[in-house]
């Protein structure tokens, strides 16, 4: 390797002569490319060593090549240092593309008929031994998580995670290109916001200009993106970092991204017509799939009352049916008794689930439990016989109603929920999706992982009623509008009035959601102190300032975010939206790369005027 002295005063440093440039890519060389020399840079991804001749994958963000050193062709100080590599050291090799010899051809990758016979080799940088493989999918697969979120520069070479983090990029300009296409600015709003804690928990910041005051990071540009539609903006968006301090899971980060929106003088088709355009657009850049336009759309309550949930997954049946007039007079009491005092009764047929086994049952009973229910009331039919306690109690005419709504055969798995009409809705909703698992588990159950179902949910609840502090709470958020025949019921009927919210959903997995705003002050006031019940004071403190800006002019205008963390997610067909996310955190929110949360010194608490009273850990 040759070396120049270069004089920077005022000390003397060695530095190498400018590496061997590369020709292509370690995912271009071809049949075509045979004969010429090349030069490729990249990690060491494997070695082989082979009867004295060593080979050596060459790997870079766009794939792999082998290498062939030969002893014979170079001299013996190169090859002893190919030798001695590690795994992913960076190396830049020359040599003379070839076409592999019959019999060795790869397969599994692009470059597999061909080869490349180095003449010259020089070693960019060298490797310790990695603490997990990046080289074997399946055994980097099985490293635990939270090492490789520890080494996550490593982890970031995995071809699966690099692939996510490409389709991402893509999926961000394809979705700046089509919404600048439709007339819209990219407007940043302020990630350093005040505190609203009705909503979720905060990241509080301290300011260290204003003593004893804070800022929160912002959950949602949501204020700020309708005071752009008060200013006239007309056409916003942005790609939103948001922040909340919330418990986390699979699909959930306390940062994260969202396709942020909002326009003016619109209505709720225009905002299905913009999505839908986008998400075609996104799917075809990133897949290279059509899906068909306009989405499905069904409405809250048909929702629940078909799939118990407000997401579901329609790529399989198993929905549920009411029986409620059919039981009403019934002489199983907790089925009539429930109907008489306002509840409903509802079935689903999981076909093909008689031989659940007793852990299985338990499990779909706990989960009616977590709902309240006492049990789970179920129908086994095996050997031509309908297996459960509760059948003595039915008559031949509830009988045939189950037999003609569910088409009960033999196999069949019937399961009941009786209660309120949200309760039981969801009881088995959730058990149908338990079902679905098991079922697909045995292969009982086909459901495409290449079908991508979309659809839209509208006609939300406005208000639901939180019993813990005796008021009515907004569904969605406080901005969101009645639908308009529904304004005199605000305060006659809160329970009746729907909100025009909605939500886009496919595979059962919510994208995001949005929904027209509220843009009179009149009945903005009237949503936040005569049906939310919020004192006049603490309106004026939160809100203050987007009712003034709305007294001048403010033009009807809504919006929606998407989650584009989950809608990458969805795309590579990842479970969990840490594998789409270059640097993650935890389930319990450490970042265990860069070891945050950490402590501050006394000085920086001191500037913020902030004084630490942190109870001591618990032993054990």
């Not at 998400?279 to 799939?289: A, G, Q, V, Y």
């Not at 338990?362 to 709902?371: G, I, Q, R, V």
Request: aromatic residues 10%; charged residues 30%.
């Amino acid at each position: 390797m040759n070396i120049r002295l270069h004089f920077l005063p005022p000390w003397w440093v060695a530095v190498e002569d400018h590496f061997m440039k590369r020709t292509h890519h370690c995912n271009e060389i071809r049949l075509e490319h045979i004969g010429q020399v090349v030069t490729l840079n990249g990690w060491v991804h494997s070695r082989r060593d082979l009867g004295g001749v060593l080979f050596i994958d060459v790997r870079d963000r766009e794939g792999r090549t082998q290498t062939v050193f030969d002893p014979t062709d170079l001299p013996q100080e190169l090859f002893d240092r190919a030798a001695g590599l590690h795994s992913e050291s960076v190396i830049s090799v020359t040599g003379k593309a070839r076409k592999r010899p019959k019999g060795t051809d790869n397969a599994k990758i692009p470059t597999g008929e061909v080869e490349i016979l180095v003449s010259e080799m020089e070693v960019l940088n060298t490797a310790d031994v990695l603490p997990f493989p990046v080289d074997d999918p399946e055994a980097a697969a099985k490293v635990h998580e939270e090492l490789r979120l520890k080494y996550r520069y490593l982890d970031l070479r995995r071809p699966e995670i690099a692939r996510n983090l490409r389709l991402r990029s893509k999926a961000a300009v394809a979705t700046r290109f089509f919404l600048d296409e439709q007339g819209f600015s990219e407007i940043d709003t302020p990630i350093l916001f005040k505190s609203t804690p009705e909503g979720a928990r905060e990241f509080l910041v301290p300011s260290r200009a204003h003593p004893g005051e804070f800022y929160a990071l912002s959950q949602s540009p949501q204020q700020f993106k309708q005071i752009l539609m008060v200013g006239g903006v007309e056409k916003y968006f942005q790609l939103a970092r948001c922040f909340r301090d919330e418990d986390l899971r699979a699909d959930r980060q306390p940062e994260f991204t969202q396709i942020d929106i909002e326009m003016s003088f619109i209505d709720r088709e225009d905002i299905h017509r913009l999505i839908e355009g986008l998400l075609k657009r996104i799917w075809k850049m990133t897949l290279d799939r059509d899906i068909a336009v306009p989405f499905r759309r069904l409405t809250f309550e048909e929702a629940l009352n078909r799939f118990g949930i407000d997401k579901p997954d329609i790529r399989f049946g198993m929905e549920l049916v009411d029986f409620t007039e059919d039981f009403k007079a019934s002489a199983f009491k907790v089925f009539s008794e429930g109907v008489s005092s306002g509840g409903v009764v509802k079935a689903m047929n999981a076909k093909g689930y008689a031989d659940a086994t007793q852990g299985q049952m338990e499990a779909m009973t706990e989960l009616a439990k977590s709902f309240g229910a006492k049990g789970l009331a179920y129908i086994k039919v095996e050997n031509g016989e309908w297996k459960s306690p509760i059948v003595k109690f039915f008559s031949d005419a509830e009988k045939a109603a189950l037999v003609e709504k569910l088409a009960i055969e033999e196999g069949d798995l019937i399961l009941f929920a009786a209660d309120e009409w949200l309760n039981a809705c969801e009881i088995l909703g959730r058990i149908r999706l338990y079902c679905a698992e098991i079922l697909k588990g045995r292969g009982q159950l086909a459901i495409d992982p290449d079908r991508f179902d979309f659809l839209w949910i509208t006609d939300f609840p406005l208000l639901s009623f939180d019993k813990e502090i005796n008021r009515w709470c907004s569904s969605h958020h406080p901005f969101t509008a009645p639908v308009l025949e529904d304004i005199p019921l605000l305060t006659e009927d809160p329970k009746r009035v729907r909100g025009q919210h909605y939500d886009i959903v496919v595979n059962g997995v919510e994208l995001g959601g949005g929904s027209i705003r509220i843009h009179q002050p009149d009945v903005q006031r009237t949503v936040f102190e005569k049906v939310l019940e919020l004192p006049e004071a603490v309106v004026k403190e939160r809100f203050g300032y987007m009712l003034e800006a709305f007294r001048f002019g403010a033009p009807p205008h809504g919006g929606i975010a998407l989650g584009f963390d989950r809608l990458i997610a969805l795309l590579c067909g990842c479970s969990s939206i840490r594998d789409v996310i270059a640097f993650p955190k935890t389930a319990k929110g450490a970042d265990l790369l860069s070891e945050a949360p950490a402590q501050v010194d006394a000085k920086q608490l001191r500037d913020l005027h902030l004084d630490l009273k942190v109870a001591p850990k618990k032993d054990g």
